[in-house]
């Protein structure tokens, strides 16, 4: 199983981008997916969630501003990011729980990481 994320970059203060995170392999079902960010100097930190069922939950400093999203017949989890802010500067990783097609165990899997650096 693997996770390939994408989108991110260079963004102004104020402004938007959205990530993607897409996963791929021998999936037999995905469970929570999830985008983690960590800034340089700080721990890795949960940004959102969403289940397979749309349930979702954000970390207070981006409620309001982002939105997780999921297309779970593209294997896809979104990250919508708007109103950035320099403090949301950060590499952004994305988390999925996913049960293999091979023996049918679970396991948590993450993206190669993007990063997103808001000027100011």
């Known amino acids: 199983v693997q996770l390939q994320a994408s989108g991110g970059g260079f963004v102004e203060a104020g402004g938007s981008t959205r990530l993607s995170c897409a996963a791929s392999?021998?999936?037999?079902?995905?469970?929570?997916m999830a985008w983690y960010r960590q800034a340089p100097g700080k721990r890795r930190e949960l940004v959102a969630a969403i289940t397979s069922g749309g349930s979702t939950n954000y970390a207070d400093s981006v409620k309001g501003r982002f939105t997780i999203s999921r297309d779970n017949a593209k294997n896809t989890v979104y990250l919508q990011m708007n109103s950035l802010k320099s403090e949301d500067t950060a590499v952004y990783y994305c988390?999925?729980?996913?049960?293999?097609?091979?023996?049918?165990?679970?396991?948590?899997?993450w993206g190669q990481g993007t990063q997103v650096t808001v000027s100011s």
């Open positions: 392999g021998s999936i037999f079902r995905i469970y929570a």
């Open positions: 988390n999925a729980h996913v049960i293999s097609s091979h023996h049918y165990t679970g396991a948590d899997y």
